[in-house]
């Protein structure tokens, strides 16, 4: 496998006059986890439909695996896996039906192509649901069931455009399992997410994506120092003591502080803290009571307000509407 996975320079897609990918360059080693993280409509999917060679660039290049996205679409296609944030399966066949079949047009014959399928099935689970029809899956087995039809044929690169959206939890930890084995097999995986923690979970490199541009790129702590040295947590007993708690926190660290998501929540990032002791002082000496409070490190959360200037969700899809339709 070439030292990069991925080598992109300008790399850029343009639908009218939306630039939905504006000049980004990568550079991704092979092995491990590469997180792409930003919200809906960052450009984080379009960005993997180039790279997958399912649509072309307007500008720029990009080298997959040591192969042009352009001039050796072929070679790269032969190399690589895409599970796309849809189900790609046949849902009216069985996941055992669909594997077989995939199997096959990959080139397995006979008890070969059932072997295969019955070996993913197994790696992935879903032994017990191997004839049951796709469409009567769970949300989490629909995922792994797609993963596993990307790897009929292991690929030297997997991407992983928003493999959990929409799963609960104990759905989303499966899903993640999945991709440190893949990784601990040999395969690279560059994964696609908005959620946050996922990001910190898998990726050992991140690069933050906003609209259509990199905006940051280094290992999860590389970017939560890069915001500061820490952040205060506070959690008022009372919602109506908010304001109130805020005007202290302001006066007396002396930097704005943020309300959460959280409406009993504050936030402040710090690049001192000596002076979080008499902040909590007089907090207290002033009778508002506090549910909680805590001194860390900048979440992922904090990293991208403070790039971005707002929080890492979304609602539009950074595809174009003909793509959507497709």
Known sequence: MPELAIETSGLTKIYGKQRAVDGI?????????????????????????????????DAGSARVLGHDIVRASDEVRSCVALTGQFASV??????????????????FRGKAATARADELLGAFGLEAAADRQVKKYSGGMRRRIDIAASLVVTP??????????????????????????????????MLTTQYLDEADQLAGRISVIDSGRIIAEGASSELKASVGSGSLHVRVMHRADLASVREILVRELQIEVETTSDPHGLVAPLEDRSRVTAALTAIEGSGLELAQFSLGQPTLDEVFLALTGHAADGSDSDQAPEEVAA
């Open 90 to 107: 046949d849902e009216d066949l069985s996941g055992r039906e669909n594997l077989r079949l995939l199997a096959k047009l990959y080139g």
């Open 25 to 57: 360059d990568l550079a991704i080693p092979s092995g491990g986890v590469h997180g792409f993280l930003g919200p809906n409509g960052a450009g984080k999917t379009t960005t993997i439909r180039m790279l997958a060679t399912l649509i072309r660039p």
């Open 156 to 189: 030297e690169l997997l991407f992983l455009d928003e493999p959990t959206t929409g799963l609960d939890p104990r759905s989303r930890i499966e899903v993640w399992d999945i991709v440190r084995a893949l990784v601990a097999h040999g395969t690279t995986v």
